[in-house]
């Protein structure tokens, strides 16, 4: 899901500790059947929260009409009261929790989004990005459509409202073959839930079961905070319908391929989460292994960027037999978006959130592990505060390969000119990050971690366009412009 309005880029004059990095834009969730189904719902946001934290939102079906709470803050902000979740009666619901990728945060644009068509109501919330999204906007708004958010997923009610067919299931299939990218979508109306994928199944859906109802989710760890029983993942290119009968799965694409996105295993799935199969914690443990295997370095101590680089830095130190070390303590008290209003208080930004452990840092040669740069901002600061702390030796380890392209299924990226390893060598990117040796894992020691050979480098088991350039699917609105050009076009379109 991304907005396409006007954006600005509103890093480059602050430093904000989470702003170098890269960002999920949501998480999905919906239940069917429970006599508890938006408190289900909000504690199963609560455990997808890593994948959104700008707003959240859960529609509910009571058996005769839907109620919409939205909000724009964290699921503990609003999802918490009691109050809250009375507003929301019935046994039916979705939800939703969401990243901005350009402009602003605002109400209209939260999800999941909320229409009534001459079938009855219809809810939607969506995990991904639609390539086309903006040419489909377009079109629509051409042929009548009126909009009322600045999101591609509007675009997908609009498609269902103006299919011909009688079947809310039928005119649901027939939107989703008009839409490229990639999609993981959790649809209420007022007789089903439904679930799918895209065709390449890039962006991620189980289907788990509680108290003999069946609910769907974007990971596994939604499902543990409930206490409901996985069942499995809903497949590529599948249309799962949840009905008081059962779960019918439809499957109306041609079969392909899978290519789940791999950056669920490198950064965006919570570690205890298990991924079309993998765990994800053991997959980050193993990627830190290989890199210990391709990038060795003589070191006292292993030192994870915390939290994202812990489970690598684990695996790299069991690998070479350095020490594991704790040497950046994270406060996990400091809200994401704290930026100081001035540049000499704005650099003590990064102390905000990590701080050096002197005692295991002074005097060492230490191995540093993230798991990934994106314009390198963080890096450099972190680089510092370890020198500062009188690190004798940084050596930067990245558990993942250099981020060279842009991402348009989901993933808020910067442009390509804005990423670090897009425009400079290794040897300049050293430099500038201050570190005496830098190197990354490569693409086919990614793979081997995640137990699988890079079987055909033209057409890759997994969506790793951000290293590879490989887009694995039709990028229609792109066209050579810049994500910012095609978010001024959508406003004046």
Known sequence: MTDLSTSSDQHDDAFDPEADRLREECGVFGIFGHPDAAAVTALGLHALQHRGQEAAGIVAFDGSRFNSERRLGLVSDHFSKASTIARLP????????????????????????????????????????????????????????????????????????????????????????????????????????????????????????????FLLASETCALDIIGARFVRDVENGEIVVITETGVESLRPFPKVQARPCIFEYIYFARPDSVVHG???????????????????????????????????????????????????????????????????????????????????????????????????????????????AGAREVHFRISSPPIKHPDYYGIDTPEREKLLAATHTLEEMRDYIGCDSLAFLSVEGTYRAMGEERRDPIRPQFTDHCFTGDYPTYLTDVSGETRSQLSLLAETG
């Open 90 to 213: 019935g046994d039916a619901a979705v939800g939703h929790v969401r990243y901005s990728t350009t402009g602003e945060t605002i109400l209209r644009n939260v999800q999941p989004l909320f229409a009534e068509l001459d079938t009855g109501g219809i809810a939607v919330a969506h995990n991904g990005n639609l390539t086309n999204g903006l040419t489909l906007r377009r079109s629509l708004i051409r042929d009548g459509a009126i909009y009322q958010s600045t999101s591609d997923t509007e675009v997908i009610l609009h498609l269902v409202a103006r299919s011909r067919k009688h079947r809310v299931i039928e005119r649901f299939i027939e939107a989703l073959r008009e839409l490229e990218g990639a999609y993981a979508l959790v649809v209420l109306s007022n007789k089903m839930l439904i679930g799918a994928r895209d065709p390449l199944g890039i962006r991620p859906l189980v289907l788990g079961e509680l108290d003999g109802k």
């Open 278 to 388: 993998r765990s994800v914690y053991e997959t980050r443990k193993a990627m830190g292994a290989e890199l210990a295997r391709e990038t060795p370095v003589e070191a006292d101590v292993v030192i994870p960027v915390p939290d994202s680089g812990v489970p690598a830095a684990i695996g790299y130190a069991r690998a070479s037999g350095i020490p594991f070390e704790l040497g950046i303590i994270r406060n996990h008290y400091v809200g994401r978006t704290f930026i100081q209003p001035t540049q000499s208080t704005r650099e003590l930004g990064v102390r905000l959130k990590h701080s050096a452990n002197r005692s295991v840092v002074a005097g060492k040669s230490i191995v540093l592990i993230d798991d990934s740069i994106v314009r390198g901002t963080t890096s450099v600061k972190i680089v510092r505060m370890m020198r500062e």
